[in-house]
Structure formats: C-alpha cells, structure tokens
C-alpha cells in the first residue's frame, strides 16, 4: 500500500523532552506542528547542530496535545551509532527537523472487530511503534508481548520502556532471555496465535520471523514493520529495499508494515 507521502512535512521542530530510560535507551518528546501521525508510521529526524548527512528513521510512539495547546510527538530511542548518539545528546529547545509522518500504519491491516483480541509483539525497541497503536486500540482488546534481552532495573525503567502499553486493554507479557522476574525466554515463545485474530510485530528480524512462521502455521493473519537503513525515506533512492512474494519493495513508501507472509526472511540483505 503506498502512503500518503504528499501529506508528509518537513518542520523544524523544538525538542521538548530529553529522558533517560536506562544507559542505551531515551525517550525524546518533540513539539509538532504538523500532520498527526498514526500508529505504525515514522519520521526522518536530524538534528540543526549535527555532523551527520542524512536523517534517521524513527517510529512515532506517542502523539500528545501539550499544555499550551501545541502538539508534541514522542519517539522512544536506542542508541546505536553517531546519529543516535546526537539525539541523545539533544537539550531542551534545541531544534531538529522532522520529515513526517511517513509510511503505512498498523491500522491499515486491522480486521473489522470479530470478537477476537489482536496480539502486539515487540522485541527491543521494536516495543516504540506498538506502544502508539495501543494507545490507539483503546477500544478495542488485545495483549501486548514484550521481549527483551536482558531484565529491567525497576518500576520506573519498566514504565519508561513500555509507556503506555503499561495498561493494555488485555494482558501484558514480558519475557526476558536472561529471567530477571518475568518469563525467561524469548517472547514468540510464549505466543500463541491460534487465540487472536491478528498478529502485529516489531522487532529483531529472527523475531518477526518465529512470529510469522508460527501464525501461518495456524493461518492466522501477522504483520510486521520491517526495519532497513534508509536515505531519502520517502521512496525515491531505493536504498531500504525488503524482498517479498511481490518483488522488491520500499521499506519506506511501501511499509514499513507488510504481510509477513509476503515477506521473504531468508533473503533479506538485513
Ligand atoms: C521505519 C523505521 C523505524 C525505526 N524506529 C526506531 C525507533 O522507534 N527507535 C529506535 O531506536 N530505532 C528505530 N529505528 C532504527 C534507527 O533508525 C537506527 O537505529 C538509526 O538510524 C541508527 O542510526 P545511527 O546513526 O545511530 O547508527 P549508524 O551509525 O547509522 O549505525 C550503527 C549500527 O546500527 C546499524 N543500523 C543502522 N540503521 C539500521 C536499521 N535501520 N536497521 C538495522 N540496523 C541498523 C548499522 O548497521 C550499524 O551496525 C527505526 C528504523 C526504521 C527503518
Ligand atoms: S529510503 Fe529512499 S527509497 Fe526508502
């Protein structure tokens, strides 16, 4: 499905908020002046003081109306490499441009309500794009899967972390590789389709992949956003290209959520 990429904007836009969530993730809070995003979608974000060329795709994972009436878009980060490690660095009103929003959204591929709660799964920071789509199933039901690598420090990195998937309208099930006082193991583990009626996930590509494979083999329909380093991000360099069923596809305009029974795992350059 190709987006609405016309109605993207390119804003210079003040950050609001710079937390901590632990030594390698943060949460930025940015004013926005521009068009909502929805759930699923992302944005080119580049600091005004910066040494890097290109800007950096990040998921909006929260979307606020802020105490004086401007909006603020909320993007919760890892750090990574240079890019990442500006954005860290970023204080308060200090400025960076947003391109946005861009892509398809989670709720481009909801199933009209069957009576059957949908499950959310994300690995990492791959939790930033599911906590704005549960924000936006208010009413609908469904769990949220939450898999890390290693445990949480305490009740205020868990909620800096998960946000507001903290109060899903369902379950919330959090596994972590090494235990540490949730489930130990890896979250697609612990999924089983055959209970929902659709399956969206973000997170490391082996993930998606277990994930994928394990709702096909009970026909249930799965989702995932797909992760590629992108240029332009809005479809004209082809650099983010993910092989599917249908040919190459533009991570950027054509995603980053697809079918996953489309997407051919085994073939990804990664
Ligand atoms: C649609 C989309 C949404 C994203 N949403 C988020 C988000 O909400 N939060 C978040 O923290 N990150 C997100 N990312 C990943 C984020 O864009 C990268 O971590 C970031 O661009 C790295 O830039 P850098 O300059 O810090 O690292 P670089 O110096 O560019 O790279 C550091 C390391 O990370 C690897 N890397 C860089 N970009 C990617 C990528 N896209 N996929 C896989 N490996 C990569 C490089 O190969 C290298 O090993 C998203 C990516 C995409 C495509
Ligand atoms: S990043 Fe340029 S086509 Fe996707």
Avoid: H
């Avoid at 096909?216 to 989702?223: K, T």
Wanted: proline letters at 7%.
């Amino acid at each position: 499905m190709t987006p609405p990429s016309a109605a993207k904007q390119s804003l210079s836009s003040p950050l609001l908020a710079n937390e901590p969530v632990n030594s390698e993730i943060f949460r930025l809070d940015f004013e926005w002046k521009g068009r909502a995003p929805r759930a699923g979608q992302f944005f080119m974000i580049k600091p005004k003081r910066t040494s890097v060329f290109l800007g950096r795709p990040l998921s909006a994972a929260s979307w606020t109306k802020t105490k004086n009436e401007n909006s603020a878009v909320g993007f919760l980060v890892a750090r990574r490499g240079r890019g990442t490690e500006e954005l860290a660095g970023m204080r308060p009103w200090e400025e960076a441009e947003l391109t946005g929003p861009l892509g398809n959204a989670w709720a481009d591929f909801l199933p009209a309500p069957d009576g059957k709660k949908i499950a959310l799964v994300g690995g990492g920071i791959g939790v930033a794009p599911l906590e704005a789509f549960a924000a936006e199933l208010a009413g609908r039901s469904f769990d949220f899967y939450a898999g890390f690598r290693t445990g949480f420090g305490g009740g205020e990195e868990r909620r800096g972390m998960l946000g507001p998937a903290l109060f899903p309208n369902g379950e919330l099930i959090i596994a972590v590789e090494d235990g540490g006082g949730d489930l130990k193991g890896r979250i697609p583990d612990f999924l089983d389709p055959a209970k929902y009626g659709a399956v969206y996930a973000c997170g490391p590509e082996a993930m998606l992949k277990t994930a994928a494979a394990k709702c096909a083999a009970l026909g249930v329909p799965c989702f995932v956003s797909m992760e590629r380093r992108m240029a332009c991000g809005v479809g004209a360099c082809l650099g983010c290209t993910i092989k599917t069923t249908n040919g190459s596809r533009r991570c950027c305009a054509d995603g980053p959520v697809f079918e996953a029974e489309r997407i051919i795992f085994d073939e990804q350059a990664g």
